[in-house]
């Protein structure tokens, strides 16, 4: 059974920071293209960041220079660092494991920039 688990979520100021990270099983998770995804309330959802099996990686132009994702494949999870984060930044934002064969999704974290 595919699983993708997302912690790291929370309430932060504007200009703070969180790790989000997503812990998989039940794939060969090397193999997997690893990306995140938000979605606002009353919006479509839309890509964050997105990392090759190769570790190459791309941004969304609204976070690019702010977040940084990442990949552990021998913990088989893959992280989110977001710095400056700012109101608009408030989502729920979750992990997608893609092969040309297989797209997996977890259930989301709750990010919620205020003050």
């Known amino acids: 059974q595919v699983q993708l688990v997302e912690s790291g979520g929370g309430l932060v100021q504007p200009g703070g920071s969180l790790r989000l990270s997503c812990a998989a099983s039940?794939?060969?998770?090397?193999?997997?293209?690893m990306g995140w995804y938000r979605q606002a309330p009353g919006k479509q959802r839309e890509l964050v960041a997105t990392?090759?099996?190769?570790?190459?990686?791309n941004y969304a132009p609204s976070v690019k220079g702010r977040f940084t994702i990442s990949r552990n494949n021998a913990r088989n999870t893959v992280y989110l660092q977001m710095n400056s984060l700012k109101p608009e930044d408030t989502a729920v934002y979750c992990c997608n494991a893609y092969s040309p064969m297989r797209n997996y999704w977890g259930q989301g974290t709750q990010v919620t920039v205020s003050s």
């Open positions: 039940g794939i060969m998770f090397s193999a997997y293209a």
């Open positions: 990392i090759t099996s190769g570790g190459s990686s």
